[in-house]
């Protein structure tokens, strides 16, 4: 499986972006998606994750009520709606996929991840 996120971008306080990440190649019959994002200096920490069937999601509390994470219709896409920023949510921003329908929260539990994106938050 191939991930491919996109959307990252420089924008203000308080403005909004739009993550994407897309699977390609070989496709099991259900996994969970997730990003996590790692600022300079720091661990790479989980942000949010979606079940296969987009039934269930898990939010770090640092994004709780800003960040909504989706499925596409076909499932093989992950999105994440990411407003009221702010800037301590600069950093990359990676998509991953785990071969199971439900979520975790730990980047251990994810076989595949994607390139990352960066997203930087001006004050």
């Known amino acids: 499986v191939q991930l491919q996120a996109s959307g990252g971008g420089l924008v203000q306080a308080g403005g909004s972006l739009r993550l994407s990440c897309a699977a390609s190649?070989?496709?099991?019959?259900?996994?969970?998606m997730g990003w996590f994002r790692q600022a300079p200096g720091k661990e790479r920490e989980f942000v949010a994750a979606i079940t296969w069937g987009g039934g269930s999601t898990r939010y770090a509390d640092s994004v709780k009520g800003r960040f909504i994470i989706s499925r596409g219709n076909t499932k093989n896409t992950a999105y994440l709606q990411m407003n009221s920023l702010k800037p301590e949510d600069t950093a990359v921003y990676y998509c991953?996929?785990?071969?199971?329908?439900?979520?975790?929260?730990?980047?251990?539990?994810?076989?595949?991840w994607g390139q990352g994106t960066q997203v930087t938050v001006s004050s």
């Open positions: 190649g070989r496709t099991f019959s259900s996994y969970a």
């Open positions: 991953a996929a785990r071969t199971s329908r439900n979520v975790v929260t730990t980047s251990a539990g994810y076989d595949y």
